[in-house]
């Protein structure tokens, strides 16, 4: 057997596999392909069919939710074996199919690049209070700005950081920002580029280490679960609907926008199933004035996917993952279907700009992060003071 199989074998308790279809009865994946099952991917390996499990282009199926590992007796990470699968399946060839020409990694794999210095500052208006030096808060803006250019004909990207930095002012906070801030690492970690991922890690662990802040508030689902569980960083890392929800919670805030209706709320697996944290975006949403939650069906750990990860596969079967998601959102009568994380909003924003989706089904996808804002009567949508 391989021996980075082997050794991934250990550590996410694979070899324990009772092989009770648990895993398969709830892939979003197994229930369209019935030839993709991730207790499969296991067996394969476990048989020592090493050649045909590496060179399989379903292994880049998978979409590494953790629904799997929610509903496994023997606590399998499957995703994460799936991830050293495919760092093998590199090595042979196979390299799955990347969304949006390859944009996004491209782009990742540029910033990992100790030589090249970036303009990812051009977002900020004037009047936003940041510095670039030392601070109590760091906030990660992750790879919106980039977003914003990939993905500007159905998503403004930088509303979101502007946002987020909105919020701080009005707070009392100037957040730090780094001006040569990296990828944190996490598509090219999950795609098994782990050289890559290492190098992002370095740089931008040197970066932080820098500015000496205490705490780091991250805008993306992804970001959040990355820099707090696969960075050695001394610096307490937040999600911002956590750092939001306190605020919200624990301040006399005088709300401007109160006349919100329905609001449905998607949990990012990252977020969700990964970092356990379902609670704190509601609570935002529940304190602000005029905001009534609704549930979907699935909610909290049963959330379906958005439909795509780490940027792979973006395919049919991954348009109907996003379809049946906003489905059930409108089936809540919300009129705005929230998220905490912009990778979320971009996917399923996406499949709503597609010209032939039935207006029944297109719905106002918004990132937490806005919605706050906006009811505190922040400008977000660019048109700043200059």
């Given at each position: 057997?391989?021996?980075?199989?082997?050794?991934?074998?250990?550590?996410?308790?694979?070899?324990?596999?009772?092989?009770?279809?648990?895993?398969?009865?709830?892939?979003?994946?197994?229930?369209?392909?019935?030839?993709?099952?991730?207790?499969?991917?296991?067996?394969?390996?476990?048989?020592?069919?090493?050649?045909?499990?590496?060179?399989?282009?379903?292994?880049?199926?998978?979409?590494?939710?953790?629904?799997?590992?929610?509903?496994?007796?023997?606590?399998?990470?499957?995703?994460?074996?799936?991830?050293?699968?495919?760092?093998?399946?590199?090595?042979?060839?196979?390299?799955?199919?990347?969304?949006?020409?390859?944009?996004?990694?491209?782009?990742?794999?540029?910033?990992?690049?100790?030589?090249?210095?970036?303009?990812?500052?051009?977002?900020?208006?004037?009047?936003?209070?940041?510095?670039?030096?030392?601070?109590?808060?760091?906030?990660?803006?992750?790879?919106?700005?980039?977003?914003?250019?990939?993905?500007?004909?159905?998503?403004?990207?930088?509303?979101?950081?502007?946002?987020?930095?909105?919020?701080?002012?009005?707070?009392?906070?100037?957040?730090?920002?780094?001006?040569?801030?990296?990828?944190?690492?996490?598509?090219?970690?999950?795609?098994?580029?782990?050289?890559?991922?290492?190098?992002?890690?370095?740089?931008?662990?040197?970066?932080?280490?820098?500015?000496?802040?205490?705490?780091?508030?991250?805008?993306?689902?992804?970001?959040?679960?990355?820099?707090?569980?696969?960075?050695?960083?001394?610096?307490?890392?937040?999600?911002?609907?956590?750092?939001?929800?306190?605020?919200?919670?624990?301040?006399?805030?005088?709300?401007?926008?109160?006349?919100?209706?329905?609001?449905?709320?998607?949990?990012?697996?990252?977020l969700g199933r990964f970092a356990g944290e379902?609670?704190?975006?509601?609570?935002?949403?529940?304190?602000?004035?005029?905001?009534?939650?609704?549930?979907?069906?699935?909610?909290?750990?049963?959330?379906?996917?958005?439909?795509?990860?780490?940027?792979?596969?973006?395919?049919?079967?991954?348009?109907?993952?996003?379809?049946?998601?906003?489905?059930?959102?409108?089936?809540?009568?919300?009129?705005?279907?929230?998220?905490?994380?912009?990778?979320?909003?971009?996917?399923?924003?996406?499949?709503?700009?597609?010209?032939?989706?039935?207006?029944?089904?297109?719905?106002?996808v918004e990132d937490i992060t806005v919605l706050?804002?906006?009811?505190?009567?922040?400008?977000?949508?660019?048109?700043?003071?200059?």
């Open positions: 057997m391989n021996e980075r199989i082997q050794e991934s074998f250990k550590q996410t308790k694979a070899y324990f596999c009772l092989e009770c279809g648990k895993c398969t009865s709830i892939c979003p994946v197994s229930q369209k392909d019935c030839s993709f099952t991730p207790r499969l991917v296991v067996k394969k390996a476990l048989l020592d069919f090493e050649d045909d499990l590496l060179s399989d282009e379903r292994i880049w199926d998978c979409l590494t939710c953790n629904l799997c590992n929610d509903v496994c007796m023997s606590d399998v990470k499957l995703p994460e074996f799936i991830r050293t699968v495919r760092e093998q399946g590199l090595s042979v060839g196979n390299t799955g199919n990347p969304s949006h020409c390859e944009m996004p990694h491209t782009i990742a794999r540029l910033m990992a690049n100790s030589n090249i210095s970036q303009n990812r500052m051009w977002w900020i208006a004037e009047d936003m209070k940041v510095n670039h030096n030392e601070g109590e808060y760091l906030l990660w803006t992750g790879c919106t700005p980039y977003f914003k250019t990939i993905f500007s004909d159905f998503d403004e990207a930088t509303e979101v950081p502007r946002a987020a930095v909105r919020l701080l002012n009005y707070f009392g906070i100037e957040p730090v920002l780094l001006e040569n801030e990296k990828c944190c690492g996490h598509d090219m970690l999950w795609v098994g580029r782990n050289e890559i991922f290492e190098n992002l890690r370095r740089q931008n662990t040197e970066s932080i280490e820098k500015t000496k802040v205490s705490t780091i508030i991250t805008l993306c689902a992804e970001g959040y679960m990355t820099l707090k569980n696969d960075y050695d960083l001394d610096s307490d890392v937040v999600h911002i609907s956590q750092f939001l929800a306190d605020k919200f919670e624990n301040n006399n805030i005088e709300f401007k926008k109160k006349d919100w209706g329905k609001i449905t709320y998607h949990d990012p697996c990252r379902y609670e704190a975006p509601r609570k935002v949403l529940k304190a602000i004035p005029g905001v009534e939650l609704v549930e979907m069906e699935r909610n909290r750990h049963r959330s379906p996917c958005c439909g795509v990860s780490a940027w792979m596969n973006c395919d049919d079967f991954s348009r109907e993952l996003r379809m049946n998601k906003l489905i059930m959102a409108r089936d809540t009568e919300a009129e705005i279907l929230a998220t905490a994380c912009p990778k979320c909003r971009i996917h399923l924003r996406c499949y709503t700009a597609n010209e032939h989706v039935q207006p029944q089904i297109a719905m106002n706050a804002a906006q009811s505190l009567g922040l400008e977000v949508n660019g048109r700043w003071k200059k």
